[in-house]
């Protein structure tokens, strides 16, 4: 099984300040995936990475896709209290469709 | 996209019985999963819903505590058997066509008593 390492597991901010949540792997992804999970919902995708080295932005959102492919990271500029949630990287493992999840990271953004 | 819909959104039940969640799709979608997820934490796959055939369980998750149907390509239930205090958390569904992406349902918050 190929393993998602993310952190931090927990970050509590300002409202404006910037983070960057880390998603990595000593395995090879096809594709790595960001989802956003507010309290009460099920989990909503926000991009997909395919390409190693790719960036997408979404508004205020970064994603990066490791050259190598073993890891990305999603960057938040100027946090609102909107960006509050539990952010999870996945992809697929050993080529298959079966998923495999990192253990998330909860943000607070504080008004 | 797909929109996936689970009923029901929550329950309260005794030890002992058992609970059929059901997961809607309003489109026909290659893959179906069943996951278990603590408040605050990460998912847990349980397995893989298969159309017309039995499903893929994963490691520690078998099909006589948590049996599967999957009848067509829109439409599957999860059943959490003899349930006990352990078996309170969410339990989503998702759904994907490609390894790419998955769609996923709101939950069902499951409290055993």
């Known amino acids: 099984t190929q393993l998602l390492e993310q952190s931090p597991q927990f970050l509590s901010i300002q409202e404006g300040e910037n983070l960057t949540v880390y998603c990595n792997s000593s395995?090879?992804?096809?594709?790595l995936q960001w989802y956003r999970q507010e309290p009460g919902e099920g989990p909503v995708l926000l991009v997909t990475?395919?390409?190693?080295?790719e960036v997408k932005k979404l508004k205020r959102l970064t994603f990066q896709f490791g050259d190598a492919r073993k890891d990305s990271s999603l960057h938040i500029t100027a946090a609102q209290p909107g960006d509050t949630g539990l952010y999870l990287c996945?992809?697929?493992?050993?080529?298959?469709?079966?998923?495999?999840f990192g253990r998330g990271t909860s943000l607070i953004v504080h008004p | 996209s797909a929109v996936i819909s689970q009923k029901p959104s929550r329950d309260i039940c005794q030890r002992g019985t058992s609970l059929t969640i059901q997961c809607q799709v309003d489109?026909?979608?290659?893959?179906m999963f069943w996951y278990r997820q603590q408040p605050g934490q990460s998912l847990t796959l349980i397995a893989t819903?298969?159309?017309?055939?039995?499903?893929?369980?994963e490691s520690g998750f078998v099909i006589d505590k948590f049996p599967i149907s999957r009848p067509n390509l829109t439409f599957s239930t999860l059943t959490v058997s003899n349930m006990s205090p352990e078996d309170s958390s969410i339990y989503l569904c998702?759904?994907?066509?490609?390894?790419?992406?998955?769609?996923f349902g709101p939950g069902t918050r499951l409290t055993v008593t």
């Open positions: 998702s759904g994907a066509s490609t390894a790419n992406e998955q769609y």
């Open positions: 996945a992809g697929p493992s050993g080529g298959s469709y079966i998923p495999t």
């Open positions: 990475v395919v390409t190693g080295g």
């Open positions: 489109s026909q979608v290659t893959m």
């Open positions: 395995s090879v992804f096809s594709s």
């Open positions: 819903a298969n159309q017309g055939s039995e499903a893929t369980y």
